[in-house]
T-cell receptor, first 113, second 113 residues
């Protein structure tokens, strides 16, 4: 079955540091890949997505590239801010007719001033 | 934003009692989902709906039932709550491939004593 593995947290960084959160997946077919973000006390929000190999999703300074050869979708940001402190989830939709998502376990990011 | 509300937002109940959580959306999205979020597990799909009166099980459906009598409402019922069902429950919707995105509600924190 489908699965998503993302790096264990928590991750603690200083403001303006470089961020990478690793995500790898196992899926049949050609999945769409997503990063969702959850701020404290809130629901999940879509951060970015990519629907085919070599696509790059980007939003709010975050980027992730769909790498089919390594089955990866790593999240990066060049300079994090305190306001980026949140839980980040990698997810995939393997394209089934009911558009179900499979999530990773989430990575807690804390950014200190 | 799919205009998703969940009620109640917080609930404390006792083991053995029935509990119903409500998800309401205003955007007429066809697909709706119930997830639970637990530390170390990420989000796991409980049940989903692909239309009025059309529902199916997710990966952790035991002890839960759902109903969808109209497009805008998706109810999750715990027939006889257990302490293992203490969790945060999220509802999500999906419109279609044009957005290829699930939209999440704010969540319901349920505590079963």
């Amino acid at each position: 079955g489908d699965s998503v593995t993302q790096m264990e947290g928590p991750v603690t960084l200083s403001e303006e540091a470089f961020l990478t959160i690793n995500c790898t997946y196992t899926a049949t077919g050609y999945p769409s890949l997503f990063w969702y973000v959850q701020y404290p006390g809130e629901g999940l929000q879509l951060l970015l997505k990519a629907t085919k190999a070599d696509d790059k999703g980007s939003n709010k300074g975050f980027e992730a590239t769909y790498r089919k050869e390594t089955t990866s979708f790593h999240l990066e940001k060049g300079s994090v801010q305190v306001s980026d402190s949140a839980v980040y989830f990698c997810a995939l939709n393997s394209g089934g007719s009911n558009y179900k998502l499979t999530f990773g376990k989430g990575t807690l990011l804390t950014v200190n001033p | 934003d799919a205009g998703i509300t969940q009620s109640p937002r917080h609930k404390v109940t006792e083991t053995g009692t029935p509990v119903t959580l409500r998800c309401h959306q205003t955007e007429n999205h066809r697909y709706m989902y119930w997830y639970r979020q637990d530390p170390g597990h990420g989000l796991r799909l409980i049940h989903y709906s692909y239309g009025v009166k059309d529902t199916d099980k997710g990966e952790v459906s035991d002890g839960y039932s759902v109903s969808r009598s109209k497009t805008e409402d998706f109810l999750l019922t715990l027939e006889s709550a257990t302490s293992s069902q203490t969790s945060v429950y999220f509802c999500a919707t999906y419109r279609d491939r044009s957005t290829d995105t699930q939209y999440f509600g704010p969540g319901t924190r349920l505590t079963v004593l």
